[in-house]
């Protein structure tokens, strides 16, 4: 059982926003009860929690492939099995950029990989910035006072650009899961 870190850093929290390795398998193969609820066949998510990658290689052929690197430096991978195989993300998918996927899980493929399968096309967003830059937004924002202003997000800088992905994380609460988070 992996050890959850606490931080002031909203993105660095290891439960809410875990590395490959700690996210929860697929319920059908073994229910993980930090982060499901559930009676019979029917599991829903206890809490909130996002993987959060930086896009180290990318193939389009079929389906979009995605190689991405988490917090711990692992590469895994993501495969899209959206209706459209993740195509309406191709003009954003770029090295370096991080990818978000909400409720990820891990998933053996049949080529016995382990990386995340998505399918629900609202529970991934490319952010166009580094994943280093993303978590340096969150730790800026974390020691920020309420009221003291924020980058501007608009001017196109590199700490802009994480700054409003940053955003939208903070404008949610991550605690229990009444009802799912979609982007």
Sequence with gaps: MPKYKKSQSLLRDSFNFPTFSDLPENPANGVNLE??????????????????????????????????????????TIRLYTDD?????????????????????????????VGIRVEDASNIKII????????????????????????????????????VGVQWFTTKTWGKCRECFSF
């Design 128 to 163: 166009p910035c580094s994943l280093e830059q993303l978590l340096k937004a969150s730790d800026d924002v974390a020691v920020l006072r309420e009221g003291q202003p924020t980058h501007c997000g608009s001017c196109g800088k590199a700490d802009c650009k994480a700054l």
């Design 85 to 113: 195989g993740g195509k309406a993300l191709d003009p954003q998918i770029e090295k370096g950029h991080t990818v978000a996927v909400l409720y990820g899980e891990q998933h053996c493929f049949t080529d016995m990989t």
């Design 35 to 76: 982060y499901y609820d559930g009676c019979l066949d029917k599991f829903e998510p206890k809490k909130h929690w996002c993987f959060l990658g930086e896009i180290v290689d990318s193939v389009g052929l079929e389906r979009v492939t995605l190689r991405v690197k988490d917090k711990d430096g692992l590469i895994g």
